[in-house]
């Protein structure tokens, strides 16, 4: 089967590219599966195919940060062409369902054989997350900053940072001595650090001194102990200099990592986060997660522009993993992966991470999704 991208004229969209100052109702023209304008359709439309976008949202392939995609081999994995580039996603991060010992596998079956665009966070641990029988790091020589470096230096083109999850359930009371190694490979090879800080011990402000610029801290807006909010609802203090440190905040859904109050307090004080990822895995692809999306739909919720989101969504994960000429973008030359979006108006009951339902009346529904170029159309669903 053919790889080379359709020439296409996606017209009458509204096409929203915060990055790059973009939002107007306009056509982007499609050659060799790059995108090459947009503006008006080029004179010569011969053999073009035309996309009607009229009422819809047209973005840049959106990019998500934080997802688990190594079925068969982690019990969180999902299948990455029907759950991510299915549902409106372009390129999907895996966050370290894969170590240094496991990670060949993630690469020859999932990563290389895909249409979604898949890079990686590679785990400290050198299984990666296979079970949640054991933590992975309850016993601190599975870590091997040494392997690490070498799968990370044997596959730069797919492998963007490293990941280290501080909960008690992975590594007991004490994450110093985890973090310490994961620091240790992150900084040798000159990659941001991805930390899972939801039930750390201790909490977020033990934690984010010892962070630097560019790494992410995943699960920004859990609602349990030891989170991005002191006992007054206000925004730690620590957090605050971290981002001006250039430290970067990531929603990652999940399962329980999302607090619908936590959020909206967070947005209302100005620290709305860097990027919106949706943690999607096998125990919440059917609630309270679905998809990348429906995630956004919900950081539209607690007051989060619609811009912001976009954003958050494109062009700041791509530049977190250091692709940013690559994905996230409708400059012209780029590769034309689009999210086509349905921005709709109704009244949704959506649970967060944290067992609380709200009426969302605003929600972006994908509908169609360009990859490369080849247009897949995407039910509307609900």
């Known amino acids: 089967m053919s ?3 359709a020439d296409l004229d996606i017209v009458g969209g509204r096409v929203l590219d915060p990055a790059q100052g973009i939002d107007a109702v306009t056509t982007i023209s499609v050659r060799d599966g790059r995108i090459a304008s947009a503006g008006d359709t080029s004179a010569d439309t011969t053999d073009v195919q035309r996309i009607d976008a009229a009422g819809l949202i047209v973005t840049a392939g959106l990019v998500d940060l934080h997802t688990h995609l190594y079925p068969g081999v982690s019990h969180y994995g999902i ?3 029907e759950h991510c580039l299915g549902r409106g996603v372009t390129t999907a991060i895996d966050a370290g369902s894969a170590g240094a010992q496991t990670f060949s596998g993630l690469r020859r079956y999932v990563i290389d054989r895909s249409r979604t665009s898949i890079l990686a966070f590679l785990n400290i ?14 016993d601190i020589r599975w870590a091997s900053p040494e392997q690490a470096i070498s799968r990370a230096r044997a596959d730069p083109d797919v492998i963007v940072g ?3 999850r501080l909960g008690y359930q992975m590594v007991g009371d004490d994450p110093a001595p985890a973090l310490r190694l994961a620091r240790q490979a992150a900084d040798t090879l000159g990659l941001p650090l991805m930390v899972h800080v939801i039930d750390m011990r201790p909490g977020l402000a033990w934690l984010l001194p010892r962070l630097n610029r560019g790494d992410i801290v995943t699960h920004c807006y859990h609602g349990n102990e030891g989170g991005i909010l002191d006992d007054r609802a206000r925004v730690i203090g620590e957090a605050l200099v971290a981002r001006d440190r250039g430290v970067m905040f990531d929603v990652g859904h999940g399962v329980g990592s999302f607090d619908y109050g936590v959020a ?3 947005v209302v004080q100005g620290f709305a986060p860097d990027t919106v990822s949706s943690d999607l895995h096998a125990h919440n692809v059917a609630g309270p997660v679905f998809d990348q999306a429906t995630t956004l739909s919900k950081l539209l919720h607690v007051g989060m522009p619609l811009d912001d989101v976009i954003r958050a969504s494109t062009s700041t994960p791509a530049l977190a993993v250091g692709r940013r000429d690559g994905i996230g973008s409708t400059a012209i030359g780029a590769s034309a992966d ?3 979006l349905e ?4 009244h949704w009951a959506l649970a967060d991470a944290a067992g609380h339902t709200e009426v969302v009346e605003r929600r972006l529904i994908p509908r169609m999704v360009i990859k490369a170029g080849r247009p897949q159309a995407i039910e509307a669903g609900q």
């Open 338 to 340: 689009l999210s086509i």
């Open 3 to 5: 790889t080379q991208g």
């Open 343 to 346: 921005l709709r108006t109704g």
């Open 79 to 81: 299948e990455p062409d």
């Open 264 to 266: 909206r307090a967070a």
């Open 125 to 138: 641990a050198v299984q990666g997350m296979i079970t949640n029988l054991v933590g992975e790091l309850e």
């Open 162 to 164: 490293i990941k280290v």
